[in-house]
């Protein structure tokens, strides 16, 4: 471990588990919260909005910066991951706080198994980013347990651009009985309305921009999705898309908030979201948006 001081930040930063737990150990006292903040790197406003949510709430704050093989299911996606530690260093000192980092090796996560734990989410991890990314759930909910297991938070933060994500957290905390609470946070925009994530530092300026047409459209199907039924509001998506030539649209599905299930009936009782991926120049993106 090694503590970094900047102006009001003091940063202690781990690289190994033993020490990081021995120190959440040494500072715990039975009415402490410890608040967690998984991440891959290459930090950005809506990483640190879920920090000061953390900060504000716990006494002590755990920021995790890891880039996760296992839940990578294209190898040219995981080599070309964006690696910042320096930059997101600096940009976590920003907050002028007291924060714990732990920054692993992948040796220090997964010693010498890089491998996934096989897990039953009750079918959430067969939509979506499950269809379009095998593997990719196991692999999330591998790192995410294990980091519970050395973090043990009482709260843990996650934006709601992952929605599918988030809602596998939730259901893995569940099954296996851990006590954490999970806590989705809303989705941070660049101001065209593009949602902030890290693959975002991979585009051009041009495609940032262009990027915008992802929540205009979005926001374009709530709206249609008022007066029209599900398989409608995705053919008039599919026809924005199909009319765009540098985004490719992979999967945009409206479906139930809790089960993730496709929306073929509109039920008034349902709460519904709309999920969309696109890809430009090889870079996934995604997006989502709460209907009702
Ligand atoms: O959302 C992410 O950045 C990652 O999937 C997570 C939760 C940090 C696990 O690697």
Known sequence: MFALNFNKTTMHIFKEKEALMDHLKSIKTPDSTIGFVPTMGALHQGHLSLMQQSLAENENTVVSVFVNPTQFNNPEDLSKYPRTLEADITKISELNTEIILYAPSVEDVYEGKILSQEFDFDGLENQMEGKF?????NGVGTIVKRLFEIVNPTNAYFGEKDFQQLQIVKKMVKKNNMTVN???CAI???SNGLAMSSRNERLSEQQKMDGALI???LNGAKEKFKTNSAKSVTEWV????EKNTSFELEYFQIADETTLLPCLRKNKTKKYRAF????????RLIDTISLN
């Open 182 to 184: 999970v806590q989705g």
């Open 238 to 241: 599919e026809k924005v898309f």
């Open 133 to 137: 990314r095998p593997g990719h759930f």
């Open 215 to 217: 929540y205009k459209t």
């Open 188 to 190: 941070y925009r660049e």
């Open 276 to 283: 969309i991926a696109v890809i430009v120049n090889n870079i």
